[in-house]
C-alpha cells in the first residue's frame, strides 16, 4: 500500500476553477493506477477519473468530461485534478486512491479526503 495525502480543495464560484494535488509515499508509485473520486453526505463514493500507472490510458465520469483533467507527475510521486467550470453540484469531499488493475482496479488505498463547495 501507499500513503496518499491530498490537498488543494476549498471554496470557489461557480464557473471558477481548483486543482487538486494528492502526494504518494513509496518507491513504487508509477506501478499504481491512480483515481479520483467524490462523494456527498448520504450518497455512495463515485469515480471522477482514473488514470493508469504510467498516465497513458485515462478515464472520466461523464459528469465532468471536458471539465476535468486527471495528471500525474511520477518522478515527484504526485496525482493531480484540475477542475474547470465548476459546478455547485461537484461539491463533495475529494479522495484520491491507488490501486492495481486485475480486470479493473482494486483500489486499496484512500487519503484522507479534501473538501470542495463550489458556490452559485
Known amino acids: 500500500q501507499v500513503q496518499l495525502a491530498e490537498s488543494g480543495g476549498g471554496l470557489v464560484q461557480a464557473g471558477g476553477s481548483l486543482r487538486l494535488s494528492c502526494a504518494a509515499s513509496g518507491r513504487t508509485f508509477s506501478s499504481y493506477g491512480m483515481g479520483w473520486f467524490r462523494q456527498t453526505p448520504g450518497k455512495e463514493r463515485d469515480v471522477v477519473a482514473t488514470?493508469?500507472?504510467?498516465?497513458?490510458?485515462?478515464y472520466y465520469a461523464d459528469s465532468v468530461k471536458g471539465r476535468f483533467t486527471i495528471s500525474r507527475d511520477n518522478a515527484k510521486n504526485t496525482l493531480f485534478l484540475q477542475m474547470n467550470s465548476l459546478k455547485p453540484e461537484d461539491s463533495a469531499v475529494y479522495y484520491c486512491?491507488?490501486?492495481?488493475?486485475?480486470?479493473?482496479?482494486?483500489?486499496?488505498?484512500w487519503g484522507q479526503g479534501t473538501q470542495v463547495t463550489v458556490s452559485s
Open positions: 488514470i493508469s500507472g504510467s498516465g497513458a490510458s485515462t
Open positions: 486512491a491507488a490501486g492495481k488493475y486485475n480486470s479493473g482496479y482494486v483500489w486499496d488505498s
